[in-house]
């Protein structure tokens, strides 16, 4: 099994400033003949069920804000929120689809200084 | 407008049995697999099961297999996840979520709401 290891545990951020959230896999998450790594992201706000934001690592859902971003490639990813909201107040997860089962990172929880 | 409905989740005692259902609406329902992802209290994300479009193939984590039972009726629109012999770290909130294909578990573009499963004595 692939095991996805969130950092940090929690950050507060400023409003309108950068947040960025990194997500390791235990091994590559990449698909080479598709060029694709099998990695998403997602956001759950207290009370709520996660929300799809990113997936194929850096590709936008629908209707995302445009402040929000994926990158990384291989075993390193990266969730950017380039000017925090207080509506982005909420736990994040990062999630591998490379193989059965499917693994979610422990989480990020993300607040407001 | 794609929607999950999730059911059944109620207080149980360990060693009991118990049905969840996921009733799904605004998609063709045959054409995606759908998994269940749990939530523990004040914890992460832990998928459980999937099954396929046709119902031909499923999947289990190892921490429910030979215990929960994942179907589906295409017909209802509904997937089902039968738990048996639940112990207290069953107890969760469940998740139905629809994936982007039909054949395994990629990633979920839409989650239902949950159920609440407790499992004590």
């Known amino acids: 099994d692939i095991v996805m290891t969130q950092s940090p545990d929690s950050l507060a951020v400023s409003l309108g400033e950068r947040a960025t959230i990194n997500c390791k896999s235990s091994?590559?998450?990449?698909?080479?003949?598709?060029?694709?790594?099998?990695l998403a992201w997602y956001q759950q706000r207290p009370g709520q069920p996660p929300k799809l934001l990113v997936y194929?690592?850096?590709t936008r859902e629908s209707g995302v804000p445009d402040r929000f971003s994926g990158s990384g490639s291989g075993t390193d990813f990266t969730l950017t929120i380039s000017s925090l909201q207080a509506e982005d107040v909420a736990v994040y997860y990062c999630?591998?689809?490379?193989?059965?089962?499917?693994?979610f990172g422990q989480g990020t929880k993300v607040e407001i200084k | 407008e794609v929607q999950l409905l999730e059911s059944g989740g109620t207080l149980v005692q360990p060693g009991g049995s118990l049905r969840l259902s996921c009733g799904a609406s605004?998609?063709?329902?045959?054409?995606?697999?759908v998994s269940w992802v749990r939530q523990a209290p004040g914890k992460g994300l832990e998928w459980v099961s999937a099954?396929?479009?046709?119902?031909?193939?499923?999947y289990y984590a190892d921490s429910v297999k030979g215990r929960f039972t994942i179907s589906r009726d295409n017909s209802k629109s509904t997937v089902y996840l039968q738990m048996n012999s639940v112990r207290a770290d069953d107890t969760a909130v469940y998740f139905c979520?629809?994936?982007?294909?039909?054949?395994?578990?990629?990633?979920?573009?839409?989650w239902g709401q949950g159920t609440l499963v407790t499992v004590s004595s």
């Open positions: 979520a629809k994936d982007i294909e039909s054949s395994s578990s990629y990633y979920f573009d839409y």
């Open positions: 605004g998609f063709t329902f045959n054409n995606y697999a």
């Open positions: 099954i396929s479009g046709s119902g031909a193939s499923t």
């Open positions: 091994q590559s998450l990449l698909y080479n003949s598709k060029n694709k790594n099998y």
């Open positions: 194929w690592a850096s």
């Open positions: 999630q591998q689809y490379y193989i059965t089962p499917p693994a």
